[in-house]
């Protein structure tokens, strides 16, 4: 055979030519849609680990394929982000260009991998063609509310004429308020009061909201793009601050969102992460007054129960009241936390459980039940947007209440519960106990329900389910995103009409926020509609475009709709979505709600977008540490380190050679601050430390994927990444293994030397059928290690063998297709048969030649084997026990001694007992 570079460029060539991994149109198949999470297209390229979860799904791809479905298997780029812009504002190159570089380069990776990729369906959601449609979506929801009773969106027309002829009476909207008017009040309204009072009812609304805002990158940040209070990009600070925002009812999906996941093929943990950040909760709503305001305070509980052990409130600092009753005596004091707060994500206060924080207001509210003044304190451990934004603190029931009143030094109470004190976060003797006459003697669930039906009674609240999950903050101040297809007039946002899409992004002279603070787009000239109404100057956030991209793969080239009815209903949903987990409340929960919203509106036929969904872990890193001297320029080799003092750096593992041992002068060049530094060596050399980390460029632990194809080829990278180990698992990358690959993949060459006719043995159709059996199972459970373990033994056995026979070799190279479809295709032209392997039927194992025809026993006499014999698998104990006294091994054992029984174990074994 060829080398392997000339046989992957010759295959690659081959398949782009033929158009080979193109999803039939109008196919009388069945269908099966693949989907890999497509990748931002980072100027770094691919390392190895990227490829993990694509090789996966390809190989299912092609199995798919040869199962006979019409496979729909794409690929595209996530392209609009924060890097492109960034290196966009670092050196003032358009970010579309840099971004079209990258994709370049990926492309070639992805290329030389020989992925099964239908390219023809290709889609980057920076690509006006594509956000075309991103915008539509958009305004499809900005024109939509969601009915409570008929649990789905519908069009806010019919919410208008409601009003027009009956007000609020009898809606049930999922809305920002509750609201309350008249057809009359309705009619009053003008213009502007209407839309006001819309935005309260749309799917797409503009409100003011707080946001992780990033001063240095003049831009609003997801809560998954900000760690430890600075950006995750660049590592900058970021504060909450309060702006006019657009955002996504998301929340009006909350039940359905959690309903749904009971219905998908996805993995528990991840299905059990979205139940936790969806959060669902029931209990009440409770109003406290406040002491010498008209205000009351509202707050959630799930156990109000617990309401006699209430000593002191806690809010948000961002809480509207806040500044209503702050005293003047503590206006310093809690100004001066308000602006520590506003220094910490939502995230790094809802993980933070050690840190305890806060400031009195000054202000008390009235307990209801026992009329006590209770005193009101902000804390950050209490969110804006969770709830009500406060909470009653119950110190004796809840760990961080408890963790608080210790702090501030405040009571501590406890609640009898039928007798005995409920399950508690502190000791009873750290705090007095509590009684209360209409829960005495019941338990939890009962007094629970007492509880709600007291508050009720009293007016001062309600029963009620909430959330957690809250609406998602959609615009950013951004300019590499989709512009925002609104339009202001009179202050009015109004959405442009479809033929005026899409909305591209305008030139401008910098990718910074201007002076004023305004976002990049109000740098463009002329940022106008033809009839001169300002255009929103936010842009989507990344998430935008991929809520939605696996329906575009499905009708990618339609100029006229997103995707066309006909070709929606037949590939229906994705059957089968790899990626990581990492998306689990971002990427996977936005593209479930905006699913489930193009359902209600009739414009895809199922309630979910994925149906399976698997995980690929991570491939690991290796990374390479040197060990500089504290306050020196000198690096010490690991084993001279001892008790000394060092920092311990990353050097890049390029530099190293197999016994890890570093290359100083190229360590020298790699880093000017290195250049004259000194080396304590042993034995000669400089031994560097190893450690198993995530790959990643900063801890110079990547390894290329180009380097692996163009030393061993594409199809030993594709096996080995899949010999490592479980799919779903993480694991550390050792180079040492793919010898192994690559020379398993020699061995299946050279059963192809002399090729016979010869009807195979049994010994040859077992082997195969049993590898046949075994990776068909295998990829049906996502087990391709195991697979590649099962090819390694069928190949020994065929080797040992001295297997060549076609019949054997046609299926063996069928069954390798889907894991090295290059090597697949060569040795299929070998065999003498037409182009293209991939089209071929998939073998199915014949249980006949699993069958065993004889089985060996090992044969003792009192209890020590003495040979082995093999007999017809068929024979009774004693056709058993007459072939192994026949046999003459036998006569040996047997002379001059008297059998005094036989002993057969079926399957097992043969004992003769003499004597």
Known sequence: MENHRDIDAKWQQYWAANNTYAAEENSDKPKFYVLDMFPYPSGAGLHVGHPLGYIASDIY??????????????????????????????????????????????????????FSFDWNREVRTSNPKFYKWTQWIFIQLFHSWYDVDADKARDIAELVSAFESKGTAGINAHCSEPLSFTAEEWKAMDEVQQSETLLNYRLAYRSESMVNWCPELGTVLANDEVKDGVSERGGFPVVQKKMMQWSMRISAYAERLLQGLDTIDWSEALKETQRNWIGKSKGASVHFAIDGHDETIEVFTTRPDTIFGVTFMVMAPEHELVDVITTDAQKAEVEAYKEKAARRSERDRMMDTKSVTGAFTGAFVVHPFSGEKVPVWIGDYVLAGYGTGAVMAVPGHDSRDHAFAREFGLPIV????????????????????????????????EAIAKAIAEIEGKGIGKGQTNYRLRDAIFGRQRYWGEPIPVYYENG???????????????????????????????????WKTPEGHPLETTTMPGWAGSSWYYLRYMDAGNHTEFASKENVDYWENVDLYVGGSEHATGHLLYARFWHKFLADR?????????????????????????????????????????????????????????????????????????????????DGVYKVGREVEKM????????????????????????????????????????????????????????????????????????????????????????????????????????????????ILKELTILLSPFAPHTAEELWSVLGNDPSVTQQ???????????????????????????????????????????????????????????????????????????
């Open 602 to 682: 009739g414009y895809v036929n199922t309630q979910e977008p994925f149906k399976k969904l698997v995980n690929q872990g991570m491939i690991q890193g290796v990374s390479a540490f040197v060990y500089r001297l504290k306050g020196s320029n000198t690096f010490v080799s690991k084993g001279l380190v001892g008790n000394r003092e060092v920092s311990r750096l990353h050097a890049d593992i390029s530099m190293l050679n197999d016994k890890d041992e570093l290359d100083i002068d190229a360590f020298k060049s790699w880093n000017a601050e290195y250049a004259n530094a000194e080396f304590e060596l042993e």
């Open 841 to 915: 039927p998939y073998p199915v194992h014949n249980e006949e030649y699993l069958v065993e025809s004889s089985i060996e026993y090992p044969v003792q006499f009192n209890g020590k084997t003495r040979y082995n014999i093999s007999v017809p698998a068929d024979l009774d104990r004693k056709g058993i026990e007459e072939a192994v006294m026949a046999d003459e091994r036998s006569e040996k054992w047997l002379e001059g001694v008297q059998v005094r029984k036989v002993i057969v174990v079926p399957g097992r074994i043969v004992n003769i007992v003499v004597g």
């Open 61 to 114: 791809a092609r199995f798919k394929r040869h199962k006979g479905f019409n496979v729909l298997h794409p690929m595209g780029y996530d392209s609009f982000g924060l890097p492109a812009e960034q290196y966009a504002i670092q050196t003032g190159q358009h970010p579309a260009i840099t971004t079209e570089n990258n994709i370049q380069r990926y492309r070639k990776q992805l290329d030389r991998i020989g």
């Open 492 to 526: 009015i946002p109004k959405t442009l009409s479809d033929d005026q899409l899409p909305l591209t992004l305008p030139e401008v002279d910098k990718y910074l926020p201007t002076e004023d603070g305004e976002p990049p787009l109000a740098r463009a000239n002329n």
């Open 414 to 445: 406890q609640v009898v519960e039928g007798g005995d004190v409920q399950e508690a976060a502190v000791d009873a003797k750290e705090g007095a106990l509590m009684n209360s006459d209409f829960l005495n003697g019941l338990q939890v669930k």
């Open 696 to 807: 990643s460029k900063s801890k110079y632990n990547v390894v290329n994927p180009d380097l692996i194809v163009e030393e061993h080829g594409a199809d030993v990278l594709r096996m080995y990444e899949m010999f490592l180990g479980p799919i779903e698992q993480s694991k550390p990358w050792d180079t040492k293994g793919i010898t192994g690959v690559s020379n398993f993949l020699k061995k299946v060459e050279r059963l192809f030397n002399n090729i016979s006719d010869e009807q195979p043995t049994a010994e040859e159709l077992k082997a195969l059928h049993t590898c046949i059996k075994k990776v068909n199972e295998d990829i049906e459970n996502f087990s391709f290690n195991t697979s590649v373990s099962a090819f390694m033994i069928c190949v020994n056995e065929l080797t040992s063998l001295k297997c060549n026979k076609r019949s």
